[in-house]
Structures are given as structure tokens and as C-alpha cells.
């Protein structure tokens, strides 16, 4: 159980189109899912929260118009890169907490591997 | 905020022993994750730890001291398949993780 698949799992784009990453949770429900981004080894950044229903929360420093997040439904949510430039050329790592535990754990979807040329 | 702090890089040789350490400051600590990450992969989930004390799950062992601000994860009897990166991840306030740089750990024949 607690399945998050990711899709696509890569992807190369234009310098100035946009990207969507779609994260679902596949056996369970999640009313709270994570974006992060990860650049060659470094550790996973939190980009921002995103809550079922309502608005995403951001983390300092990223731009909330240009990473849109929507989260529409207990099982999906998108992250689209609007105007992708090559420094956004990055790892791009989803997780979502199961809505039915009260537990801190967070399940991981498998990665986007976004390249903007 | 929070400053969490890992060794970069460990090496060690097949069946011997490592002990990654992970020393942070944090605010509203509710816990503290060990993650191993292989290159190009999501993390996969190793261990938690709320309570002081030591967590064994087979050749895996997670430590923590909430007083210190200190946890070390302990891998036996290392395998080739172990080398990958190693991330600490704190708990903060409302489920936020945040997570260290990593360790990379290699395992030689």
C-alpha cells in the first residue's frame, strides 16, 4: 500500500513553455501533498504544500506564479512550471501524507526529471 | 527555522559497520526520519524516531536524543546495494519535513 506515482517521469521542454507534473496517490487518500525539488546532489528542497481545496503554501523564495500548484481532488496534484527556463532544470520529487493516519510519514512518488533547453 | 547537519561522505567496506550522524536545531521537533535515496530515485523510508532512545529493524538502527539534538542512523554488515545517499529529515510543526544535506555512503568490495 501507500502508492504515489508521478508522471511523466521525465520530460525536456523549450526555454520559456510550461510543464505540467501530475502526483497521485494511488491506495489511499491525501488531503495534504508535498512538492520538492532536488538539484545534483544536494538534499530535497520543500517548494511548497499543497492542501485539497484549497490554496497552496509556498516556501520563501519560490515564486508562486511561476510554480502553479492545484490540488483538486484527495488524489491529485499538479505542479505546472509555467515559462521554464534552464535553471529550473531540475529533480522534481511529490509526496503525499495518508489522510487516514495521524503519523508523520510522508510517501514519495518515484521523481520528474525536468531539462529545459 | 532549522539547521540540520550530516557528514557529506562516508565510505566503508562490505560487512563492516557505519554510523551516520545527524545533529539539528529546530523548532517544534515531532520526530526525526532516515531516508536512503539511490541516484536519480525518490526516497524510501528507513526509520522514525519521536522517542529518546534506539530503534532496530534489522541491519538498520536509528538513534535520537532530543536533548542533544542528535540521531545517527547505524548500517551492519554493509552490502554493495547499500551505497546510496543517506538523508535526515526532521519533523517540523505541521508535518513540514526538513531534510539535510545527506550523506553519501560507498561500499567497497
Known amino acids: 500500500g501507500a502508492v504515489v506515482s508521478q508522471h511523466p517521469s521525465r520530460v525536456i521542454c523549450k526555454s520559456g513553455t510550461s510543464v505540467k507534473i501530475e502526483c497521485r496517490s494511488l491506495d489511499f487518500q491525501a488531503t495534504t501533498m508535498f512538492w520538492y525539488r532536488q538539484f545534483p546532489k544536494q538534499s530535497l528542497m520543500l517548494m511548497a504544500t499543497s492542501n485539497e481545496g484549497s490554496k497552496a503554501t509556498y516556501e520563501q523564495g519560490v515564486e508562486k506564479d511561476k510554480f502553479l500548484i492545484n490540488h483538486a481532488s484527495l488524489t491529485l496534484s499538479t505542479l505546472t512550471v509555467t515559462s521554464a527556463h534552464p535553471e529550473d532544470s531540475s529533480f522534481y520529487i511529490c509526496?503525499?501524507?495518508?489522510?487516514?493516519?495521524?503519523?508523520?510519514?510522508?510517501?514519495f512518488g518515484p521523481g520528474t526529471r525536468l531539462t529545459v533547453t | 527555522g532549522q539547521n540540520i547537519d550530516q557528514p557529506t561522505e562516508m565510505t566503508a567496506t562490505e560487512g563492516a559497520i557505519v554510523q551516520i550522524n545527524c545533529t539539528y536545531q529546530?523548532?517544534?521537533?515531532?520526530?526525526l526520519f532516515w531516508y536512503q535515496q539511490h541516484a536519480g530515485e525518490a526516497p524510501t523510508f528507513l526509520s522514525y524516531n519521536v522517542l529518546d532512545g534506539l530503534e532496530e529493524k534489522g541491519r538498520f538502527s536509528s538513534f535520537l536524543s532530543r536533548s542533544k539534538g542528535y540521531s545517527y542512523l547505524l548500517l551492519k554488515e554493509l552490502q554493495m546495494k547499500d551505497s546510496a545517499s543517506y538523508l535526515c529529515?526532521?519533523?517540523?510543526?505541521?508535518?513540514?519535513?526538513?531534510f539535510g544535506a545527506g550523506t553519501t555512503v560507498t561500499v567497497r568490495a
Open positions: 529529515a526532521v519533523v517540523e510543526g505541521d508535518y513540514k519535513l526538513s
Open positions: 529546530t523548532s517544534g521537533f515531532n520526530g
Open positions: 509526496s503525499a501524507r495518508d489522510h487516514g493516519h495521524s503519523s508523520y510519514e510522508q510517501y
